[in-house]
């Protein structure tokens, strides 16, 4: 289609274009006139990343994008919105516009807090932190008060998240804490019990007194046994035997000189024999007293032996019975270590989850309150009506095109050509026109439509 058959139907339309065009002016400006005014007020708040004071843990992690949208659900739960109709009155707009509608609901509450979801809005910001929570109102003052209200349920819910949990988890660590107690107390009396029973106060063995006697016994044994040792010789070990064993052979030795040179009756070789005698019966004498001395000692050490074994015997096995007891007391002893242990460790969670359910700040901060918009929500009246305008044009040109498609007029040369499928030989204008008398072919050349016009 050219232009010159689009402008042809559009002035043969125009009736139709115009009245198109007016009806959608006219239904815009009943709407601006009509429409309720509107206002949006936004109240921000950041997700703080910084160290938990309470909990001593990392927040980095809560800003990836599922932890900001997981906050943005819960803006937008349920919850939150039955915080703010608890946080208003009753007669307060617009929830006193709706209460009517409201009681005739099987849930009158929660359609109630339905409604004020249905003009909430919650968008994260770009790349940081922060969710923007807006509210759409009729009035400046419903739409601040609905979005402070919605922040500080928010608020409120979140520290509620954090807190119940921890209250829960405090109220059952402290019946830990309570049968920790009961079973350490349980090992601790036991092993006072045992020990007043065997009257062992360590399990250490070096601390003991019996296994120090026990070693003291043993080392007497093993001298004695030495001693013994080194006491089997009798007279031969003895120093005054061994002295005049001496003697006795260097006067021997004078005698059998003295023989060479004198007689058997020579006074000095009497003399030297009566002292060898002499010596010799000193020898005697005193081989036999060392003999009886040795023999003596020898039954003296072998009974101070027995004693000594007998001692050590008897001494081992009260060790043996005080290891055993030792043994006992060790085991009471690590199950009284372990339960201080489980005790201690079960105490401090308690406390650090008694600190937590304490705690009356969550990691979300209000960076401001909504405050009182001074513009409206949407366009104004003059940019409605421009885009009326623009459409309503739109609306005509597509009206009169399809009024045109559904019944079809011949308007100009190129219809009748498309209708009549021949070529146009000439253009008359039309009666009363100053161009009647000029005519002009439409097709080829003048020659030869003159030529064609007798057929």
């Known amino acids: 289609m050219s232009l010159h058959q689009l402008f042809s139907i559009l002035r043969a339309r125009r009736a139709a274009a115009g009245l198109i065009l007016l009806v959608t002016l006219a239904l815009a400006l009943a709407w601006v006139l009509v429409r309720q005014p509107t206002y949006t007020a936004r109240s921000p708040v950041l997700v703080d990343v910084r160290m938990d004071p309470v909990g001593g843990t990392a927040l980095q992690g809560m800003v990836a994008p599922s932890y900001m949208a997981t906050q943005i659900d819960i803006v937008k739960s349920d919850r939150v919105a039955e915080r703010v109709l608890q946080s208003l009155p009753k ?24 409604k004020l979801q249905t003009y909430l809005d919650v968008k994260p910001a770009r790349e940081s932190n922060i969710i923007n929570i807006a509210y759409t109102g009729r009035t400046p003052q419903e739409a601040a008060m609905l979005a ?15 807190t119940n949990p921890a209250k829960r988890y405090a109220d059952w660590f402290d019946d830990q804490v309570k049968a920790s107690r009961e079973r350490l107390g349980a090992a601790q009396d036991k092993l006072a019990a045992f020990q007043q029973e065997a009257g062992i106060v360590s399990s250490d063995p070096n601390s003991d007194f019996e296994t120090a006697k026990l070693t003291s016994l043993t080392q007497q044994l093993a001298g004695l046994q030495t001693r013994g040792l080194q006491g089997t010789g009798g007279a031969e070990t003895s120093g005054v035997v061994g002295n005049l064993r001496g003697e006795v052979a260097r006067a021997e030795a004078k005698v059998a000189e003295a023989g060479e040179t004198m007689g058997a009756n ?14 010799r019966s000193r020898f005697s004498a005193e081989s036999a007293h060392a003999g009886g001395v040795a023999s003596n000692s020898a039954a003296s050490l072998k009974a101070r032996e027995r004693e000594l074994e007998k001692a050590i015997n008897e001494q081992k096995n009260k060790v043996l019975g005080l290891q055993k007891q030792r043994g006992q007391l060790a085991v009471y002893q690590r199950e009284v270590d372990s339960a201080q242990k489980a005790y201690e460790a079960v105490a401090a969670s308690a406390a650090q989850s008694r600190l937590q359910a304490g705690a009356n700040q969550t990691n979300v901060v209000r960076i401001s309150s909504a405050t009182e918009p001074t513009e409206k929500t949407g366009l104004s009246g003059a940019q409605t009506m421009a885009i009326a305008a623009l459409g309503g044009m739109l609306l005509a040109l597509a009206g009169a095109l399809l009024l045109e498609l559904a019944n079809r007029r011949v308007r100009s ?9 021949l070529p146009i030989l000439a253009t008359i204008p039309a009666a009363g026109s ?21 057929a």
């Open 413 to 421: 040369v190129q219809d009748l050509e498309l209708v009549t499928r």
């Open 434 to 454: 100053s161009a009647l008398a000029t005519l002009r072919l439409a097709n080829g050349p003048r020659r030869l439509a003159l030529a064609r016009s007798p």
């Open 266 to 279: 020579h006074p000095t070789m009497q003399k030297l024999r009566a002292e060898l005698a002499s010596l």
């Open 91 to 114: 007669n307060v707009e617009p929830i006193s516009r709706w209460q009517e509608e409201a009681q005739s609901k099987r849930a009158p509450q929660a359609w109630l807090a339905h």
């Open 148 to 162: 402070n209200a919605f922040a500080q349920a928010y608020l409120d819910v979140s520290l509620e998240v954090k």
